[in-house]
T-cell receptor, first 114, second 119 residues
Framework: AQSVTQPDIHITVSEGASLELRCNYSYGATPYLFWYVQSPGQGLQLLLKYFSGDTLVQGIKGFEAEFKRSQSSFNLRKPSVHWSDAAEYFCAVAFSSNDYKLSFGAGTTVTVRA | SAVISQKPSRDICQRGTSLTIQCQVD?????MFWYRQQPGQSLTLIAT?????????ESGFVIDKFPISRPNLTFSTLTVSNMSPEDSSIYLC????????????????FGPGTRLTVL
């Protein structure tokens, strides 16, 4: 069955430290991969996406993500976290190239401590 | 990219009533989607709305409870009918497949959401 897993429900990181959020999917082919961020009381903002090509993709706000086919993963990283990065992060996957439908992971809440 | 607005941003409703949520996109889009985000949960797709055709509902969601309209390429509405407290959620619309964009899967852009509380 097709699925998206974010193993970490909550991560606490110190300001200035690095951050890595994990995302794994279950699918027989390469899906289309996205990371979205949702700040408190806000809608979802696209951070980055992977469709094909270079497996290391750069996004907004200093985020990057790496697609690893062998591990069925698309982990999100940021070298130095800012207090404003405290938010909910969702990995989303489109398993079909025709219907645009997204399946979302459960989300990871990031808390940034001073 | 696309800018998406939703009305209302939040509402408190009584059990048994209905609420219609509007979603407006600043660009013509092929597909629009409606999601539900229950408190502390992830997003669940309710339905896909294409202009000129009936909405396609996901398992667990039915048209009688969540009727959807899609009268043109920039607008859609979702009605939450005969509401109960279990319908208290954030409802988000999204848009994908921007006119003139690449074929196949494209990026979905999300509205700010409508926070619904049912008493």
């Amino acid at each position: 069955a097709q699925s998206v897993t974010q193993p970490d429900i909550h991560i606490t990181v110190s300001e200035g430290a690095s951050l890595e959020l994990r995302c794994n999917y279950s699918y027989g082919a390469t899906p289309y991969l996205f990371w979205y961020v949702q700040s408190p009381g806000q809608g979802l903002q696209l951070l980055l996406k992977y469709f094909s090509g270079d497996t290391l993709v750069q996004g907004i706000k200093g985020f990057e993500a790496e697609f690893k086919r062998s591990q069925s993963s698309f982990n999100l990283r940021k070298p130095s976290v800012h207090w404003s990065d405290a938010a909910e992060y969702f990995c989303a996957v489109a398993f079909s190239s025709n219907d645009y439908k997204l399946s979302f992971g459960a989300g990871t809440t990031v808390t940034v401590r001073a | 990219s696309a800018v998406i607005s939703q009305k209302p941003s939040r509402d408190i409703c009584q059990r048994g009533t209905s609420l219609t949520i509007q979603c407006q996109v600043d660009s013509q889009v092929t597909m629009m989607f409606w999601y539900r985000q229950q408190p502390g949960q992830s997003l669940t797709l309710i339905a896909t709305a294409n202009q000129g055709s009936e909405a396609t509902y996901e398992s667990g969601f039915v048209i009688d409870k969540f009727p959807i309209s899609r009268p043109n390429l920039t607008f859609s509405t979702l009605t939450v009918s005969n509401m109960s407290p279990e319908d208290s959620s954030i409802y988000l619309c999204s848009a994908g497949g921007l006119a003139g964009g690449l074929g196949g899967t494209d990026t979905q852009y999300f509205g700010p959401g409508t926070r619904l509380t049912v008493l």
